[in-house]
């Protein structure tokens, strides 16, 4: 049985109700760095609103009292010093960077709410068993370069500087340069690979309408799903729309439309949570009067499971080749992206579950259709991931919204985990190394 | 009862080799002017090109003996004159401009199917009854303007200049100033509008598939179809392809493909002559991972019926209405394009079937799926449309063909027609204007 804050109801409103005011004005603080013309944030990596952005974290994290780190990729670390100082930390946050015209919430909420939740346990409790770090990482975007992940996988060893060198920007500005004008990426600096951690905790926006359709507060993560990624070029004759009977064509939208219908159809009676996006088509030589002579498009498949993604996609590739057979065209295709499925650390799960079940916040388990950091840390240590609801589902844009009640929501829970792992025997226990 | 050139068939077997080694001899030489990289012949309105052919065309109807003449449009002339110079002329012939990238026989062939027809008619009987007349026309496929059929257009009184003035090509010259720079649009040269005209006539390369396909060697047409041309927009909501369950998707594409589908299907259940072509389709944002938020596409839609045309595009709308709302979808179009179909005089397609019957050719009645001068010219006279067969169909490619029999064999069909009109009694009878 684990140990919670004990809190009233009446305090939980209250304390929800504070840090959803809290989470709402950080954020809007926040997204004045990057702030653009289309009412949106864009801080890409390395740039001048993101050093600024890292800059006035850090502030805000030494005026809560935590050590504060930048590693050399610019990863920013505020930290709690357990009474245990050789104990594994528990790592919570999120990143830092955004997409081009983004919203305030993705990933700064994360972070915010981390820092949100150790700064009210810390003045409550003090010092805590073990350590615990608020993390603001570098970069998950992809947005800059052509690279995501590069915050997570330079701490967890999947990535290394040497695997960016070669990248540029849309600018042609080198991916080592932008990090040394930021003031990153000299020998003397710490090196951002670690393995000092214990467990990383990340919560952050659903990105997509599941809880509020539902109207649920929070969502367990229980695995970041696989995704595979196709483009499919059909090839047909191109001829004159008005010369050739539709009995003597070989029109590659046929062939493409047939496809994608199927491609829908399969994924219907698969049943959540697959989803499959055909999200980019391009018609040769694309002129009203002339039948198409060649289809391009995507396809984008994405299950919680690795057998169901498999064995999804090798149905959908024989359903494309006999459509393209019967209609006599060409098929080809190429397999661009395979991202194996992340589960989450079961008991963490668990672990968040009883936190809402405890406190009457509804939850549900779900699969997360967004590639997240989580899914890299989950290679190196027990990983869990928290959603809160997105408004519309809307994300990647400036209208990304989430109501204050659930930010609020989303620190509490987040603040019950930290206890709970860093507080408490339960989480500490007498292994100082392992939380589970 | 008609009557013919009296030829045996062996006579008639020389004929069309011959007239086929010159077609083939005299297209080889048009398309030297305006010969492109891509082995083809670019030709546009007005252009250099386009000046030296009709120049070059012009020296050899002065040759062949004929009154050689351009009126301001640019249309050019050959005309041998008859014993009863007073009746109005038979004029064939067809366009001498290309599209960018075109082939030889586009247009080109019926100008030198005339050419032939007529000079072979002169040696052999002389001047006929009833004036006629070669004509190659400045302007059909609106490759350089925005606008087609100028040539047909001018003489049949169609359009005037004053319908062209504000027109420019992709490089911002205006339409007056190309005519001009080309040595035409000048008050003192001859109108090109006129109304001393008893028929035209216009052999063309098919431009489809059909004749070759039945292996028959002249097409008869009796209607250029009637083409409607729409654009449609399906709005959903673009949304993030991972974190939207297929179930709460409002995806364009969804639609468009059901849409595109029902289409096809209306179309085969209809029938020929009936075709439908969605050529262009466009999606928003167009990304992998992203749910397509608007579609749009284009529907082109021929047939030789205006109640089935029209009956068509009523039910394609309804069914295309009833998609969108099954899907939560919204839909807009416009339709952009409505040609009537352009019926071809009977009585000159009953003498065409005559000639193929008499001399044993392989033909069919047909309908033209593509618009042609035949169509302009049909509003103001007795007009006959003829087709060779194009291989593979191809058209608008350096890759279109016409074998050198083939095209022997239309100028064949092509002289006798011309015979019979011209040099006989049935043709020219004893009113001097009708010719039937």
């Not at 050093?51 to 005026?63: K, P, S």
């Not at 245990?84 to 972070?111: F, K, M, N, W």
């Not at 090839?235 to 070989?250: I, K, Q, S, V, W």
Request: hydrophobic letters at 40%; glycine letters at 10%.
């Amino acid at each position: 049985m684990s140990e919670w804050m004990s809190v009233t109801d009446e305090e939980m409103k209250e304390l929800c109700a504070g840090f959803g005011q809290k989470a709402e004005q950080l954020l809007q603080r926040l997204s004045g760095y990057g702030a653009d013309a289309a009412g949106g944030v864009t801080r890409l990596l390395y740039s001048e609103s993101w050093v600024d952005a890292q800059q006035a974290l850090a502030e805000r994290m030494e005026n809560a009292g935590l050590t504060v780190s930048f590693d050399r990729s610019g990863n920013l670390y505020g930290r709690l010093e357990g009474t245990d100082s050789e104990a594994p930390a528990i790592l919570t946050g999120s990143h830092i960077d955004t997409v081009t015209q983004g919203g305030r919430y993705d990933g700064a909420y994360g972070i915010a709410a981390a820092l949100l939740a150790v700064s009210f346990l810390k003045e409550r409790y003090g010092r805590p068993k073990r350590p615990v770090e608020i993390i603001s990482l570098c970069e998950e975007e992809g947005s800059r370069f052509p690279k995501a992940y590069w915050g997570s996988g330079s701490i967890t060893g999947a990535f290394r500087e040497e695997d960016m060198e070669g990248l540029r920007d849309g600018a042609g500005i080198g991916f080592m340069d932008a990090m040394r004008a930021a003031g990153f990426g000299r020998a003397d600096q710490k090196e951002a690979a670690r393995s000092d951690f214990a467990a990383f905790i990340e919560l952050h926006v659903e990105q997509g309408i599941v809880l509020e359709n539902e109207a649920l507060s929070v969502g367990i993560v229980d695995a970041i799903v696989g995704q595979r990624r196709f483009t499919f070029e059909v090839y047909g004759e191109a001829n004159h729309a008005g010369t050739t009977p539709m009995l003597m064509r070989r029109d590659a939208l046929a062939g493409a439309v047939e496809m994608i219908r199927q491609l829908r159809l399969s994924a219907l009676q698969e049943g959540a949570p697959l989803v499959a996006t055909v999200g980019r088509l391009e018609l040769e030589p694309n002129t009203s009067n002339v039948i198409p002579g060649k289809v391009t498009f995507t396809v984008d498949v994405r299950h919680d499971r690795t057998d169901v993604l498999h064995g999804f996609c090798s149905a959908m590739l024989e359903q494309f080749s006999a459509i393209a057979a019967a209609q006599e065209l060409r098929l080809c295709h190429s397999l661009w992206m395979d991202v194996e499925p992340a589960p989450m650390t079961a008991a963490l799960s668990a672990e968040t579950e009883a936190v809402c079940r405890e406190y009457g916040i509804p939850y549900r388990r779900m699969v997360s259709g967004a590639g997240h950091d989580a899914q890299m840390f989950q290679r190196s240590c027990p990983t869990a991931m928290l959603f809160v609801p997105s408004h519309r589902g809307i994300s990647h844009s400036p209208l990304e919204y989430t109501s204050p009640r659930d930010l609020g929501t989303g620190v509490f829970v987040l603040a019950q985990l930290l206890y709970s792992l860093c507080y408490t025997n339960a989480g500490t226990g007498t292994n100082k190394g392992a939380i589970l």
